[in-house]
C-alpha cells in the first residue's frame, strides 16, 4: 500500500504518455509556439510499462491515461493492452479530447479500456474553434458517438467559461443526460500558460445558471473523487470539480507520471523526481524508491484555495494531464 506523509492511501496513477496536442485550448496552452520534447526523450511504452507494474503491485488500483493529447501518440491501444494484460480488474480510463477518437474507441476498447472522460465545452461550432484554435466540434462529437457505440464508459468535461460558454450549460446538461453520459463542470485553473483575458465560473454561478430551469440537490462526493456530484428533478446527476474548494486535497489519492518520466506529487507544485534513469537501467528498486520519496513530498493541498494570494501555476497542465 501506498501512503504519504499525511497518511492519504495513494492508489492512483495518471500517465502522460505525451505533451503533444492537436489542440490549442485557451486555457491550456501557450499563446505562443512551443519546442516539443523529441520523441526520443520520452520512455518507450515498455519502460513506461516496468514502473506502472511496481505501482500496481504496490497497490494502485486506477491508470489513467492522458496528454497532451493521448490519442496522438502512435499506438496507445498496445500500452492500454499491456496494462490490461497484467491487471485484467484495474479500472483504466484514458482523458482525450476526442478529435481522433472515432477511429480509437473500437480499438481501445478491445485493447481493455473501461472509460473515458472527453472535453466538450461547447456545442457551437465556431465557439469550439475559437477555444481550440482551430475547427474541431464536427469531429469531437463523431468521437464521442463512436466511443458509445463501442461500449465505453463516456464523461464529458466542461470547462465553465464567464461570456464564452455560461449560456450553454443547460444545454450542455441535456446533451449529456440524453447520451446517459455524466457531465462534470469544471472550474478554470489559473495558469500562466493560458490566454489571460479568460475568466472562470466558480462552483455557486454554475449551480445558479442551471437552477434557473432545474431543482438541485447537492449529493456531495464519492470517496477520493475530485468532482462534487448534485443530482436534478428527475435524478440524473451532474459534476462540479472545483479545486478551489479547501476540501478538495483532503481525499487526493494521486500521483502523476509524465512522458519524460517525470513522477509529479500534484498538479499545482512544480516539484517532481525522475525515474527515467532507474528505469532505463531496469533498477526496479531505485524506481521504488524514487516512488516513495515523492509520496513523502506530496504537498497537503494546493494553493487555488488561497484566493487572496492571487496564486496561478506554473504547470503546463498538457505535460501533466491535468
Known sequence: MLIDGYGRVVDYLRISVTQRCNFRCKYCMPKTPFSWVPHENLLSYEELFLFVKVAIDEGVKKIRITGGEPLVRKDIDKFIKMISDYAPD?????????????????????????????????????????LAQRSVLHE????????????????INTVALKGIND?????????????????RYIEYMENTHANDELVGLRASEILDIISKKYTIKEVGKAPNSPSTSYEIDDG????????????????????????????IPCLYFEEALSIKDAIKKGDIAAATEV?????????????????????VSNRAFYQTGG
Not at 484495474?90 to 482523458?95: F, G, H, K, M, N
Not at 443547460?170 to 447520451?179: G, P, S, T
Not at 476540501?247 to 509524465?258: A, E
Open 167 to 183: 449560456d450553454e450549460l443547460v444545454y450542455l446538461l441535456e446533451f449529456a443526460k440524453e447520451r446517459n453520459c455524466e457531465i
Open 90 to 130: 484495474i479500472d483504466l480510463a484514458l482523458t482525450t479530447n476526442g478529435f481522433f477518437l472515432k477511429h480509437y474507441a473500437k480499438l481501445l476498447k478491445e485493447a481493455g479500456l473501461k472509460r473515458i472522460n472527453m472535453s466538450v465545452d461547447t456545442l457551437v461550432p465556431q465557439k469550439a474553434a475559437m
Open 291 to 311: 516512488l516513495r520519496k515523492v509520496l513523502q513530498n506530496k504537498p497537503q493541498k494546493n494553493k487555488w484555495e488561497a484566493a487572496k494570494e492571487n496564486e
Open 140 to 155: 469531437v462529437l463523431a468521437g464521442l458517438e463512436e466511443a458509445l457505440k463501442a461500449g465505453l464508459k463516456v464523461k
Open 236 to 263: 440524473y446527476k451532474f459534476g462540479i470539480i472545483d479545486p478551489h474548494k479547501h476540501d478538495f486535497c483532503d481525499s487526493c489519492n494521486r500521483i502523476r507520471l509524465s512522458a519524460e518520466g517525470l513522477l
